[in-house]
C-alpha cells in the first residue's frame, strides 16, 4: 500500500500548479483519483503524474474564459506584461553603453579613410529621435539615449560632392580588407547609401547623403554589440512576462465575471487607465519595431522592448496603479451576479463602445468623407451595435447553467 500521508502531501503541493478555484471545485475528486491509482508502496508522484499536473494547471492559469473581449484582454496584458519583463531583465544584466570616442574614430576612420575632427566632451544624453544634429564644429559625438538604450557614437565626414557617390563602395572594400564583415552596400532612395559591418563586438553603419548641403553628406555610427547573457536576459524576461501576464489576466477576468454589476463597473473604471495604455503601448511598440526593420535603423535590438516601461513615466505609473487596484477589487469578496445582471452588463458592454465610436463619427468623421460614405459608416455601426444586442438578450433567455462561467 502507499504511505497516504506522504504521499497526499506531494500531491497536493504539486496541485497549487492549478488555479484555487479548480482545486475548491475539483481538487479533492482529482486527489482521490491520483491515490487510488498510486501502486502499492508509492511515496512518491510519477515523473508522468508531475509532468500532466503541471501542464495541466498551467494550461488552465493561462487559458481565458470565452469571449472575443478575454481573448483579447489577455493577450494585450501579456504583451505589455512580457515587454515590460523583457525590459527589466536587460536592465538588471546591464547594457554594453556607447563606444569610447577612440574605438569610433578608430572604426569610421578604416571605414573611411580619413581622421574626422573631433572636439573632446562628455557624452549627449537624448531621447528617441531627439537627439541633437551636426552642431558645425565637433565631428564625432557620443550619445546616450536612457529610454531605448540606442547608444552610439555618431562621426561626421565632409567629403566632396564628386567623391560621396563611391564613399560606401570603398568603405566596404576597405572593412573587408581590415577583416570587418560587411553587408552589400545599400541603395534606400534619393541618392542615399547605406553599408553595415561588424567586428569584435563593434556595430558599424555608414550612411551617405549624396549632395547633402545642411548636414554631412557622411555619418558613420558605431555601437556596441550586445552579449550572450543580455540577449538571454531579453528573451527570459520576454517569455517570463507573457507567461506571468497571461495568467494574471486570466485570473483577473474570471474574478471579474464572477461580481454583480456594481462591482464589475467600478472594477472597469478603476482599470480604464491601464486598459488604455497597454494597447497603446504594444501597437507603439510594434509599430516602431516595423519602422526601424524598414528603415534599416541601427542598432535596433534592444531598443524596442525597453521603451514601454520608461518611455513616459507618469502615464506608466498611472496605468499600473490603476491595474493593481482594480486587481484587488476583483479579488475582494462580493455578491455572486445572477443571470439578469449577466444579460444586463454584457449588453452595456457590448453597446457602449459603439455609442462612443458612432458619436465620434458624427462629430469629427462626418465632416472630412463624402456623404455616401458617411451614411455607410452610420448605418454600419447602428446595425452592428443593435445586432449584438438582440443576440445579447436572447443568449440571456438561456439558463445560467448552459453558459460558461470560465
Known amino acids: 500500500m502507499p504511505d497516504p500521508g506522504r504521499l497526499q502531501q506531494r500531491y497536493q503541493r504539486l496541485m497549487w ?83 569610447s570616442e577612440d574605438a569610433a574614430i578608430a572604426a569610421a576612420t578604416a571605414a573611411v579613410g580619413q581622421q574626422p575632427h573631433n572636439v573632446a566632451g562628455p ?67 534619393d541618392g542615399q547609401q547605406q553599408l553595415e559591418a561588424s567586428k569584435d563586438g563593434i556595430n558599424l553603419l555608414l550612411t551617405t547623403i549624396i549632395g547633402a548641403s545642411d548636414s554631412p553628406p557622411v555619418t558613420v555610427v558605431v555601437s556596441k554589440g550586445f552579449s550572450a547573457s543580455t540577449l538571454a536576459a531579453l528573451f527570459t524576461g520576454l517569455l517570463g512576462g507573457l507567461l506571468a501576464g497571461r495568467a ?28 488604455f495604455v497597454a494597447p497603446a503601448s504594444v501597437s507603439f511598440t510594434a509599430l516602431l519595431a516595423v519602422f526601424d526593420a524598414a528603415q534599416n535603423l541601427s542598432p535596433k535590438i534592444m531598443k524596442v522592448p525597453l521603451l514601454v516601461l520608461p ?37 452595456f458592454l457590448i453597446v457602449t463602445p459603439f455609442v462612443v465610436l458612432l458619436a465620434v463619427h458624427l462629430v469629427f468623421i462626418r465632416p ?23 443576440r445579447t438578450r436572447h443568449s440571456g433567455t438561456r439558463p445560467e447553467s448552459s453558459r460558461s462561467q470560465l
Open 311 to 347: 518611455g513616459s513615466w507618469p502615464v506608466t505609473i498611472v496605468a499600473v496603479l490603476s491595474a493593481l487596484t482594480a486587481l484587488a477589487i476583483a479579488a475582494a469578496p462580493g455578491p455572486v451576479r445572477t443571470a439578469t445582471e449577466s444579460t444586463r452588463l454584457r449588453g
Open 123 to 189: 557624452p549627449v544624453a537624448c531621447d528617441l529621435y531627439d537627439c541633437p544634429g551636426w552642431d558645425g564644429h565637433d565631428d564625432v559625438v557620443a550619445i546616450q539615449a536612457p529610454v531605448d538604450r540606442t547608444d552610439r557614437t555618431v562621426v561626421s565626414f565632409h567629403l566632396p560632392p564628386a567623391e560621396q557617390p563611391f564613399v560606401a563602395a570603398q568603405a566596404r572594400e576597405r572593412l573587408i580588407a581590415a577583416g570587418w564583415h560587411a553587408k552589400p552596400v545599400w541603395i534606400v532612395d
Open 248 to 275: 494574471i489576466a486570466v485570473s483577473a477576468v474570471r474574478r471579474y465575471r464572477r461580481h454583480r454589476l456594481g462591482r464589475r463597473a467600478l472594477i472597469a473604471v478603476t482599470a480604464a487607465p491601464f486598459l
Open 368 to 390: 472630412r468623407v463624402p456623404e455616401w460614405l458617411s451614411i455607410g459608416l452610420t448605418a454600419s455601426i447602428a446595425v452592428t451595435a443593435v445586432a449584438l444586442a438582440i
Open 17 to 99: 500548479a492549478y488555479p484555487r478555484w479548480y482545486r475548491r471545485e475539483r481538487g479533492l475528486e482529482l486527489l482521490t483519483t491520483l491515490l487510488d491509482d498510486a501502486a502499492p508502496g508509492q511515496r512518491r508522484p510519477t515523473r508522468a503524474a508531475v509532468v500532466d499536473l503541471l501542464r495541466g494547471g498551467l494550461g488552465l492559469r493561462l487559458r481565458p474564459p470565452r469571449g472575443f473581449g478575454s481573448q483579447v484582454l489577455s493577450t494585450v496584458v501579456a504583451l505589455y506584461v512580457g515587454l515590460a519583463g523583457a525590459a527589466i531583465a536587460v536592465r538588471l544584466v546591464g547594457l554594453p553603453g556607447p563606444p
